[in-house]
């Protein structure tokens, strides 16, 4: 952490600046923000939009996980109580299907 950093963190404080609680995701430092501005104080860096857009895809790709193993247990259960020869077929090229795109999604 740079003495200027210090100094401009402190500067930003005293005018009425707050410290965030999320940390820096760049080096997990500690931010101070003022009119929609975030600054790290131990590397000096402010997020770009790419880094919330991960975030914002990585939340998609959770749900979708999530929507998919559901479906799976579904198809699983249903599976369980189908007698009938062709629909088991049907169902069993389902489930693999699902568990190919999982392990996919999973990489």
């Given amino acids: ?6 100094k401009k963190a402190v500067d930003l404080l005293l005018t009425g600046a707050t410290l965030l609680s999320e940390p820096c995701p760049y080096c997990s430092g500690v931010r101070v923000m ?5 600054l790290c104080i131990n590397c ?6 790419e880094i919330k857009k991960e975030t914002t895809e990585n939340t998609e790709s959770d749900s979708t996980l999530v929507t998919l ?12 109580k189908e007698s009938d020869h ?4 049907n ?6 299907s699902l568990v190919e ?7």
Avoid: C, V
Avoid at 34 to 38: P, V
Avoid at 86 to 89: F, G, M, N, S
Avoid at 91 to 96: A, D, G, P, T, V
């Fill in 101 to 107: 795109i999982l392990e996919k999604m999973r990489k």
């Fill in 34 to 38: 003022k009119d929609g501005n975030a």
């Fill in 44 to 49: 000096g860096r402010e997020p770009k939009n």
């Fill in 1 to 6: 952490m740079s003495k200027e950093l210090t």
């Fill in 69 to 80: 193993e559901k479906k799976l247990d579904t198809l699983s259960k249903e599976l369980e």
């Fill in 86 to 89: 062709e629909k088991q077929q």
């Fill in 91 to 96: 169902i069993l090229k389902s489930i693999n």
